[in-house]
C-alpha cells in the first residue's frame, strides 16, 4: 500500500509514540488523523506540525474505552474523508501495578482501554475496510505480553490480549484486510525509573541501547508499505532484549 493520499488514524497521537508514528506517515503523504482523549493542546501543537510538512489533519477526540466515541471518530472521519485506509491502535495506559497492592480497579481499567479499546477499534472500522475490500490495522502491543513483569500484571494481560485479538481479527477480516501487531521493548521510559534503572535496562538489551519512538514508527511504515502479504504477525522491537 502507498501512504500518498490515504487516511490513516492513529489513536493517542498528540503525543511520545502516537505523535511521532503521525508525523513519519505524514511525511509519506498520508492524511493523518490525530486522536487524543484529554489532550487537546498537544493535539493542536501535534497538527501544526504536521501542517507545515503534508495536508491539514483532521482531529478527534474521545475516549477509546467507550463504544459510543468509537462510532462518532468513525463518522468524523468517514464524512470528512470518505474512507479509512489504515487504523493504528496505538492509546493506551501504563503504570505501576504491584500485584498485591493491585486492585480491580486497576484491571479494569488496563482492560477496559488496552485491550476493549483495541477490540472496540478492530470491529467498528475493520468492518468499514471490508466493506472498501481493502485496509491495514496495526496494534501496538509490547514484549512484556511474553515476559510478564511481576509489577505490571493487569498491564502485561492487557497486552496479551492484544496479541490474541490481533491474531484472530487477521483471521476475520481476511483476504482483504491485514491485521497485525508490534511489540515494542522498551522505548521511553517511565518517569519513575532512574539513571541506574536505565542503564540495567540497557546492559539487558544485545543491542546495547533504549529504543526510540522513531524505531515504531518506521516498523509502522513497514507494516503499511512494506509489504500487503504479512498478517497475524507480531514484529518485536525490543532490541534483541526478549531473547535474553
Known amino acids: 500500500m502507498d501512504l500518498k493520499e490515504k487516511v490513516v488514524l492513529i489513536t493517542g497521537s498528540a503525543v511520545r509514540v502516537g505523535k511521532t508514528i ?17 489532550r487537546k493542546e498537544s493535539a493542536e501543537e501535534t497538527a501544526a506540525e504536521i501542517a507545515r510538512i503534508s495536508s491539514k489533519p483532521l482531529i478527534v477526540q474521545g475516549d477509546i474505552s467507550q463504544e459510543g466515541d468509537w462510532y462518532r471518530i468513525r ?22 501495578t504491584p500485584f498485591l497492592a493491585s486492585t480491580t480497579k486497576d484491571w479494569d481499567f488496563f482492560h477496559d482501554v488496552n485491550l476493549k479499546g483495541t477490540y472496540l477499534g478492530c470491529r467498528i472500522f475493520g468492518e468499514i475496510m471490508v466493506q472498501q475490500q481493502q485496509g491495514k490495522i496495526i496494534n501496538i502491543a509490547d514484549v512484556s505480553a511474553y515476559t510478564v513483569w ?23 477480516l481476511a483476504p ?25 535496562l540497557i546492559e539487558k538489551t544485545p543491542l546495547k541501547r533504549i529504543g526510540t519512538p522513531q524505531d515504531i514508527a518506521n516498523t509502522v511504515k513497514f507494516l503499511i508499505e512494506g509489504s ?6 507480531v514484529i518485536k522491537v525490543d532490541g534483541g532484549r526478549s531473547l535474553t
Open 150 to 172: 511481576e509489577n505490571y500484571i493487569p498491564y502485561c494481560v492487557s497486552k496479551a490480549g492484544v496479541i490474541a485479538l490481533t491474531k484472530g481479527v487477521a483471521k476475520a
Open 228 to 233: 500487503d502479504f504479512i498478517t497475524g504477525a
Open 176 to 200: 482483504h484486510v491485514q491485521v497485525n501487531a508490534i511489540a515494542p521493548g522498551t522505548i521511553l521510559l517511565a518517569e519513575e525509573y532512574d539513571a541506574d534503572e536505565e542503564q540495567a
Open 75 to 96: 463518522d468524523m472521519i468517514l464524512d470528512h474523508y470518505g474512507k479509512i485506509d489504515v487504523l493504528v491502535n496505538n492509546a493506551a495506559v501504563f503504570y505501576r
Open 22 to 38: 503521525a508525523l513519519t506517515l505524514a511525511k509519506k503523504g498520508a492524511h493523518v488523523v490525530i486522536h487524543y482523549r484529554t
